[in-house]
């Protein structure tokens, strides 16, 4: 019964040191997916808290900040980073946004933030996070897939297989699934990280150093993600390579089946296509994708018995 996952109770008198943090923008599919990785999060009985990042100017603030405060979910409000000089994705203009990812770091309350994307969806507690060894100067994340699948013309044309960690790991998938650290050196692929999942330290010395490269125009545009690649230049040879499973990008299956494991992945990132989009579950991710309208619906049917909604969200 879905009655049986407790909400998590935060002692104002006692607040946490670690939390999981995820920035809650953008279109309102974007609150789907929050709530349904908060729940996800929740059902596997992760004992840190979900803080969602707000910025009050964004449109949607009221009916994000409603949605959390009727669930109970903790949130910070928080500003829009930007570079000096505006900086378009024809690409991917949704990658706008991105930069105030970095707001993470500047979370000085918490000894250590677990950064979640909102595409993400957790289907085993990954709580060993916290504990894993991290110099306070270092971060952790998997590593970015360089494969470029679906051959996007705006990709560097350097983004081949033979290029990608994954496929340095294909060998040998029981490695790839436990022990990244020793499976890719940070510098391999080009030392390319993905940010969808982040373990980081936030200091004011951290802060300075990922918002720094934001008044360096010809620095950042060179940047074809935004905090992504701004973090793979910060943390360059120095961040901890993590196994796939923790961000286990949904294009990772197919492009690296030899690699893949269903029962050792503890957290899908969806990237590109979103689930809540594709509802009939016809998309190029519909075996992923409908997981997550399953692990959704479960979400729904909690709220409703919990809190006592009947979620539109």
């Known amino acids: 019964m879905v009655s049986s996952i407790s909400p998590l109770a ?13 920035l809650l923008t953008g279109s309102l599919g974007y609150l789907t997916g929050f709530l349904t990785l908060h729940y996800s999060l929740r059902k596997h009985a992760s004992k840190y808290p979900l803080v969602a990042l707000l910025n009050p100017s964004d449109t949607h ?8 405060q009727q669930r109970g979910i903790p949130h910070r409000d928080i500003e829009a980073l930007r570079p000096v000089e505006n900086m378009e994705f024809e690409g991917d203009p949704r990658f706008k946004e991105c930069w105030t990812k970095l707001e993470m770091f500047g979370l000085y309350e918490f000894e250590r933030v677990g950064f979640l994307d909102s595409d993400m969806l957790v289907l085993q507690n990954m709580d060993e996070l916290f504990e894993i060894p991290l110099e306070p100067h270092q971060i952790a994340a998997s590593a970015a897939c360089v494969c470029n699948p679906r051959k996007r013309a705006h990709y560097p044309p350097t983004w081949i297989p033979e290029n990608c960690a994954y496929t340095k790991q294909c060998s040998d998938p ?3 699934a ?6 890719i050196p940070p510098t391999f692929g080009f030392g390319a990280l993905n940010s969808g999942l982040v373990i980081l330290h936030p200091s004011p010395e951290n802060y300075k150093r990922v918002t720094a490269p934001l008044s360096n125009p010809p620095l950042y545009r060179t940047f074809l993600f935004p905090d992504q690649d701004l973090l793979a230049h910060v943390f360059k040879g120095d961040w901890v390579p993590l196994p796939y499973v923790y961000n286990a990008l949904r294009t990772l299956k197919g492009q690296h089946a030899e690699m893949w494991r269903d029962e050792e992945v503890k957290n899908l990132h969806f990237i590109i296509d979103k689930p809540w989009d594709d509802s009939d579950k016809k998309g190029e991710g519909k075996v992923l994708h409908g997981i997550w309208w399953e692990v959704d619906g479960e979400r729904r049917e909690w709220e409703k018995e919990v809190y006592g909604i009947e979620s539109h969200e």
């Not at 935060?10 to 995820?22: D, I, M, Q, R, Y």
Request: glycine share 0%; aromatic share 10%; net charge positive.
């Open 10 to 22: 935060v002692n104002p008198s006692n607040p946490p040191k670690k939390v999981w943090a995820c």
């Open 174 to 176: 029981s490695l790839a």
């Open 178 to 183: 436990t022990a990244a650290t020793n499976a």
């Open 61 to 68: 603030y009221p009916l994000f900040l409603s949605a959390l």
